[in-house]
C-alpha cells in the first residue's frame, strides 16, 4: 500500500513539474494587466509566459509555438474580441487541445460571457479584478488536464502508426492473417488471407468452419495434430505446410504459423498466426525434384546405353560378316536377319535410353511435323481400340522442326497409346492438333519442362483424349521412370518423352483432371523457311559394297568390337591392326605410321582417351582421316572435337554398310 502511495506521490510531482515547464500565452490589450498576470504566475514557479496584445498575434504565436500549453485570454479587445480568438483557437484542429481559461470584467455580463465562451471552446472562466489563489488553482487544473490530454495523444499516436507499420510489414509479404477464438467459435480472416484464395473480403464468414472447410482433406489430420501438440506446449509455436481450397476450387500450398493463448486452467482460448502462399515454392521444387532426377537416372541410362551400344557392336558387326561369307541361299540367312533386326531393334531401346539422359539427337533434320504426325497415326491406328476415333487436324502453315524422326514419332506413339489405355474399353477419342505459336509468358507459367535457351516461335503438338483424366499426384509422378498406373506397366514410358522433348529444346505442358480427360502439349522450335531435304538412299551390300586397301588402326577397349569391327575391315580389304586402349593404340601408331591410312577410335578408352590419342596423332600427322566410334550420340560427342580435325563418327552400333560409307568418305576426302 505505501509502495502504492509513493509511487502516486512521485508521478503528481514529476507532472506538476511539467507543468511548471509548459509555455502559458497571456492574451490582453491592456499592457498592465499583461505584466500583472504574468509576475503573479512567474511568483508561483512557471517558467516561460509568452505576451500578446491582440488576437491576431495570440494566433500567430500559436502557429509558431507548438507547445503553448495553456491560453489566459481577456474577452474585450479592439479588432478581434476575445470570443473569436477562442472559436479559431477551438476550431483549429492543430490547437483544438490547448485549454483556453476566459478573463474578464467590468461592463460584461458574467452569465452572458460565460455561455458565451463556453459555447466557443472555452474551459474555465475568472472574473477581474484576479484571485490569486483562485487563478493558481485553475492554472495548475488546466496545465495537468493539457498534459493530460497530450499523454494520450502521442499514446494514440503511436499506437497508430505501430498499427500502421504492422500493416505495411504484413501487406508487403501478402501474408494472411488469421484470428480464431475457440471460447465463441468464430475466426477473423484479413482481406489478404481472402484475396490469396481468390475470394473478396464479403465473401466469407467469419466463422470457424471456413477454417476447416479450406483445409484437404488428405492434409487435415496433419494441420490438426500440429494444433494439438502446440495447445499440449509441446511446441513453442504451430507451424504447417498444407492445402488449401481457393475460390476455383483448385488447392493452393501454404505455410501457416501462428501461437496460442491458453486460460488459467491450461485450455487454448484462442489461436492467432499468419498464412504465406508457398505455391510457387513448392512449384519450383518440384521441377528441381525432377531436374535432379533426370539428371542422376540420365547418368545412368546413358552409361547403360553406351556399354549396351558396344555389345550390340559386336552382335551386329559378326552378324554382318556372317552375312558376307554365306551363300545367298544358305539356311542361316533368315536367322541371321533375325539377328540382325533384333539388334537394330535393341538400338533403338538404347536411343530411347540416351533420349532420357538428354543425349538424343541422334540424326537431326528438318521436318514437316504435319507430314511426321500423319505418317505416325497410320502407324498408330492398328493399335488402339476401334471404339477410339483417332482424329487429326494438321496446321495450314508448313510446322517445319528439326528433329529426329524416330524418336519425335516415339514420342507421338507413348503418347497416343497413354492415351488410348486412358480411354479404355469405353467409346472415346483422340486428337492430334498441330498449331504454329508465338510464346508468350503465360506460357511459361505452367511448363514441366523449360529449354536451356527460348525461341520466338513454336510448333504446338497436342495429344488431346476423352479418357479418365489423372489427378495432381499422378501428375506430379507420371515423368518419373518405371512409373505406371497399370498393374503390368513397365519400362522408361513418360520419362523418355521428356528426355526427346529436353533433347530437342523444347517444351512441355499437361492439363488433366479426374474424368474430363487429359492434353498433353510439345512445343518445339520452329523453323522459318527451311526446305525438307530427300529421304536418303539405302547403301549397297554385297558384291556392291566399297573396299579399300591399305592399313587401319583399330583402338577400342572392348574385345567383342574389336573382333568383330576387325573382321569387318578385313572384308572391306584393309590390313587391321589392334589395340586394346589408348596408349597401345598411340604405341602401335608410332611403330606403324608410315602404313596406316585411317584411324578408328573409341571414345572412352583406360589409361588415354579416344581424345587424348587424337591429340598425339595430330602433332605427328595432321591430315591423316580419324574416325570417332562411341555408343553415346554423335551431337554431344563431336561438340568436344570441334576444330580438331576429326574425319567422321561411327554410332555404335553399325554395320557394314555404315562402316564401308564412313571410310570411303573420309578417305576420299583425303
Not at 24 to 50: P, T
Request: aromatic content about 6%; charged content about 20%.
Amino acid at each position: 500500500m505505501i509502495t502504492t502511495v509513493n509511487f502516486q506521490n512521485s508521478a503528481r510531482t514529476r507532472a506538476l513539474t511539467e507543468a511548471l515547464q509548459t509555455p502559458i500565452l497571456v492574451v490582453d490589450d491592456v499592457e498592465d494587466n499583461r505584466e500583472l498576470l504574468e509576475e503573479l504566475l512567474r511568483s508561483e514557479g512557471y517558467e516561460e509566459i509568452i505576451l500578446a496584445s491582440c488576437g491576431m498575434d495570440a494566433l500567430n504565436v500559436l502557429q509558431s509555438r507548438s507547445n503553448v500549453g495553456l491560453v489566459l485570454l481577456d474577452l474585450m479587445m479592439p479588432g478581434m474580441d476575445g470570443y473569436e480568438v477562442c472559436q479559431r483557437i477551438s476550431g483549429n484542429k492543430a490547437t483544438a487541445h490547448i485549454p483556453i481559461i476566459v478573463i474578464t470584467g467590468g461592463a460584461v455580463r458574467r452569465d452572458e460571457a460565460l455561455l458565451k465562451s463556453f459555447e466557443r471552446g472555452a474551459m474555465d472562466f475568472l472574473p477581474k479584478p484576479v484571485n490569486e489563489v483562485e487563478l493558481y488553482g485553475r492554472v495548475k487544473s488546466a496545465l495537468l488536464l493539457y498534459l493530460e490530454r497530450m499523454h494520450h495523444r502521442q499514446k494514440t499516436q503511436a499506437l497508430i502508426e505501430s498499427q500502421q507499420r504492422y500493416e505495411l510489414a504484413v501487406n508487403g509479404v501478402n501474408d494472411g492473417i488469421w484470428d480464431i477464438n475457440l471460447i465463441t467459435n468464430t475466426a477473423y480472416f484479413s482481406p489478404q488471407w481472402k484475396k490469396n484464395l481468390g475470394y473478396e473480403d464479403y465473401e466469407l464468414p467469419s466463422d470457424l468452419s471456413v477454417w476447416e472447410a479450406t483445409i484437404h482433406p488428405e492434409d487435415k489430420a496433419t494441420v490438426l495434430a500440429a494444433v494439438r501438440e502446440h495447445g499440449e506446449k509441446k511446441t513453442p509455436f504451430y507451424t504447417s505446410e498444407h492445402r488449401l481450397k481457393t475460390k476455383s476450387g483448385e488447392y493452393k500450398w501454404v505455410f501457416s504459423r501462428g501461437r496460442a493463448a491458453w486460460d488459467s486452467d491450461g485450455n487454448v482460448v484462442r489461436m492467432t498466426g499468419s498464412t504465406t502462399d508457398i505455391s510457387q515454392r513448392r512449384l519450383l521444387e518440384t521441377q528441381l525434384r525432377q531436374a535432379q532426377q533426370m539428371e542422376s537416372i540420365g547418368r545412368l541410362a546413358a552409361g547403360i546405353a553406351h556399354d549396351f551400344n558396344n555389345l550390340l557392336a559386336a552382335v551386329l558387326g559378326h552378324a554382318s560378316f556372317m552375312q558376307l561369307h554365306l551363300a545367298a541361299e544358305s539356311p542361316l540367312q533368315p536367322s541371321l536377319e533375325s539377328i540382325t533386326k533384333a539388334s537394330t531393334r535393341a538400338a533403338e531401346l538404347c536411343k530411347q535410353m540416351l533420349a532420357y539422359a538428354g543425349q538424343g539427337s541422334y540424326s537431326v533434320e528438318q521436318v514437316d511435323a504435319n507430314v511426321l504426325i500423319a505418317d505416325t497415326v497410320s502407324l498408330v491406328r492398328i493399335s488402339i481400340s476401334k471404339k477410339i476415333s483417332l482424329n487429326l487436324n494438321r496446321s495450314f502453315q508448313p510446322a517445319i522442326i528439326k528433329a529426329d524422326v524416330a524418336q519425335i514419332r516415339q514420342v507421338l506413339m507413348n503418347l497416343v497409346l497413354n492415351a488410348a489405355e486412358a480411354i479404355g474399353e469405353e467409346a472415346g477419342s483422340i486428337t492430334i492438333r498441330t498449331s504454329r505459336l508465338r510464346l508468350t509468358e503465360v506460357d511459361l507459367a505452367d511448363t514441366i519442362l523449360h529449354p536451356k535457351s527460348e525461341a520466338t516461335d513454336y510448333v504446338q503438338i497436342e495429344v488431346i483424349d476423352t479418357g479418365c483424366g489423372m489427378n495432381k499426384e499422378t501428375q506430379e509422378k507420371i515423368f518419373e521412370p518405371f512409373f505406371t498406373t497399370k498393374f503390368t506397366g513397365r519400362g522408361l514410358g513418360l520419362s523418355a518423352v521428356l528426355g526427346i522433348v529436353k533433347a530437342h529444346n523444347g517444351l512441355l505442358k499437361i492439363s488433366s483432371q479426374v474424368g474430363q480427360g487429359t492434353t498433353f502439349k510439345i512445343l518445339l522450335p520452329l523453323v522459318e523457311g527451311a526446305d525438307i531435304a530427300p529421304p536418303s538412299e539405302t547403301r549397297p551390300t554385297g558384291n556392291g559394297l566399297w573396299r579399300g586397301s591399305g592399313t587401319v588402326l583399330l583402338v577400342d577397349d572392348e574385345a567383342s568390337v574389336r573382333e568383330s569391327t576387325g573382321n569387318l575391315l578385313s572384308a572391306l580389304g584393309f590390313r587391321v591392326l589392334l589395340a586394346e586402349n589408348g596408349e597401345q593404340g598411340l604405341n602401335t601408331f608410332t611403330t606403324h605410321v608410315k602404313d596406316i591410312v585411317a584411324v578408328i577410335l573409341d571414345l572412352t578408352m583406360p589409361r588415354l582417351s579416344g581424345g587424348e590419342v587424337l591429340e598425339q596423332i595430330r602433332k605427328v600427322c595432321p591430315t591423316l582421316p580419324v574416325l570417332l566410334s562411341s555408343g553415346y550420340n554423335e551431337e554431344n560427342t563431336m561438340e568436344q572435337f570441334t576444330g580438331k580435325g576429326l574425319a567422321g563418327f561411327l554410332q555404335k552400333p553399325f554395320s557394314l554398310n555404315d562402316l564401308s560409307a564412313k571410310l570411303q568418305e573420309c578417305l576420299n576426302a583425303a
